[in-house]
Every structure is written in C-alpha cells, then in structure tokens.
C-alpha cells in the first residue's frame, strides 16, 4: 500500500503560480510512477502530468492543456512529488490529485493504483 496526501492548494489570482505537494507513506515511492490529474466542477477527472522513476530518467509528459506552465517533478529522498503551476487561468480551478502507479506515461484513471484525497486549486481575481 502507498498512502498519498497532497497539500499546497489555495486561491490564486489569474497569472500567479502554485506548488502542489504529494508526500507519500508505506511501500518505496521510487517504485511508482507519479500522476497529477485534476477534476473541475460537473467535469470528469482529468490527467495533467506524469513522471517516470528517478532511476530510468524521470521522463515527463503533460496534458496539452497545462503544456509550458506546469512542471511535474519528485524528490524520491524525500518522499514527495510536486506539481509546479505557473501563469495559471481560472479553467485551471479544480481539485487537484496526485496518483501511484506502474506504467510509463499513464494517463489514464485506472492506469493508477493508489491516490490521494486532493487538494483545490482556485484561480479567481
């Protein structure tokens, strides 16, 4: 089991920045690859970004969408992954979530097996 709890959300201004964090407990995060998707309101949950091992390059990809302004990486010492998110737009307003799992590059939902309970994002003027 991994358990994972994200933290960092808030209410921002149109073209301001946040950092999302992702602090992982139980089985060797380094294991895992890290997922960060997000779900708006009467939306279905979306992926955002990926991260690969540390050990195998740490390759990176992203949703066409946040392509540019947000940056995905992990600090496999410390346990946590993070989701740097800059010029940020009120379609970015969602809840936010970060996810474990096995595959490459996954993007999708049940390509995951462990996930935390989210954080919001709000980006409003």
């Known amino acids: 089991q991994v358990q994972l709890v994200e933290s960092g959300g808030g209410l921002v201004q149109p073209g301001g920045s946040l950092r999302l964090s992702c602090t992982a407990s139980?089985?060797?995060?380094?294991?895992?690859?890290l997922g960060w998707f997000r779900q708006a309101p009467g939306k279905e949950r979306e992926f955002v970004a990926a991260i690969t091992w540390s050990w195998s390059g740490g390759h990176t990809n992203y949703a066409d969408s946040v392509k540019g302004r947000f940056t995905i990486s992990r600090d496999n010492a410390k346990n946590t992954g993070y989701l740097q998110m800059n010029s940020l737009k009120p379609e970015d307003t969602a809840v936010y979530y970060c996810?474990?799992?096995?595959?490459?590059?996954?993007?999708?939902?049940?390509?995951?097996?462990?996930w935390g309970q989210g954080t919001q994002v709000t980006v409003s003027s």
């Open positions: 996810a474990a799992g096995t595959i490459p590059g996954a993007q999708e939902q049940y390509q995951y097996n462990y």
């Open positions: 139980g089985r060797t995060f380094s294991n895992y690859v």
